[in-house]
């Protein structure tokens, strides 16, 4: 198995892929993320990185410009709530009232109508 801190990012089909930090922001991403995680201070380095990811993905990556909604297959625990790393993206979006679209949930009809009726009343049109 390939060391993750190794891996060639020339090889991806679009090195901009690659460049998921501001490295201007990071500090700054990473103060967002440890707002909305539970246990912060007890993540690896390497775990803190990929949970600081989130801020960009959810509020872009001068962390000033916010997604308009969010797509997402996230487990739930035994009570409703989210698992996993995902719950660090999911909270900040509720908490800037962003839509989330679950599709892990049971009622995905109901969640692709939701999502539909979204993008129409967003002016997104398929093709």
Known sequence: MADIHHINKSCLPNRKLAKI???SLVRQAEEIAAHYHPNWDNCSTYARKLLSRNAYIILGYHLNKPVDAMVTWC???NFGQPKGGTTTALKMAW???IPVFNLYLPDKAGTLSQSSHFLRRNGINRK
């Open 21 to 23: 930090r501001n490295p």
């Open 75 to 77: 487990e739930l625990d």
């Open 95 to 97: 908490d800037i009232h």
